[in-house]
């Protein structure tokens, strides 16, 4: 196993060639072989990343890549919505660079970003399964606000929706 040096970890927020199709393959390959989703849930990811690269404007939106060795190891992004509201997404993290405060990091950034944007809120869609995802998001000051049942990526999953107002 890889030895990870958090010293030698650079985050970036220039999207370059390869970063879209890459995430969208980190979610595949990651919810699929921890959680048992299908290419449905790929699709999914890839109509969101399509969106953020074509609706980017750098005052409403943002993309946070953390690499190690220029390979792209955890990701968050944020969304401007209607109004000043934003969507928290694509947050990622492999799984041999977790617990080393890099979630929180990127939690931190983004918020920053959110509250510097002058948005009011901020919410983010996740699947219940993913608890340590969710301790984080409550931790940051995000609540539960609705739950929805789905069944299109490989097996029945809880979707909830969690809000965050900053002002």
């Not at 990343?49 to 190690?68: G, P, Q, R, T």
């Not at 969507?87 to 799984?95: A, E, G, K, P």
Request: proline share 1%; aromatic share 14%; with cysteine.
């Amino acid at each position: 196993m890889k030895t990870i040096n958090p010293d030698q970890l650079k985050i970036r927020t220039e999207i370059q060639r390869g970063d879209l199709g890459y995430l969208t393959y980190l979610h595949g390959k990651l919810y699929g072989a921890e959680y048992g989703y299908n290419v449905v849930y790929e699709k999914y990811v890839a109509q969101g990343v399509a969106e953020l690269l074509e609706n980017y404007d750098a005052k409403k939106d943002h993309i946070w890549l953390i690499e190690d060795n220029e390979e792209i190891v955890g990701a968050i992004a944020i969304m401007g919505r209607s109004g000043k509201v934003a969507q928290l997404r694509y947050f990622l993290l492999l799984s041999q660079y977790r617990g080393l405060g890099l979630g929180k990091k990127l939690m931190q950034l983004a918020l920053d970003f959110c509250k510097e944007a002058g948005y009011h809120s901020v919410y983010l869609w996740t699947a219940t399964e993913l608890e340590a995802a969710a301790h984080l998001y409550q931790k940051f000051g995000f609540t539960k606000t609705k739950e929805v049942k789905t069944f299109g990526w490989g097996k029945e999953v809880i979707e909830a929706c969690y809000d965050l107002m900053l002002k």
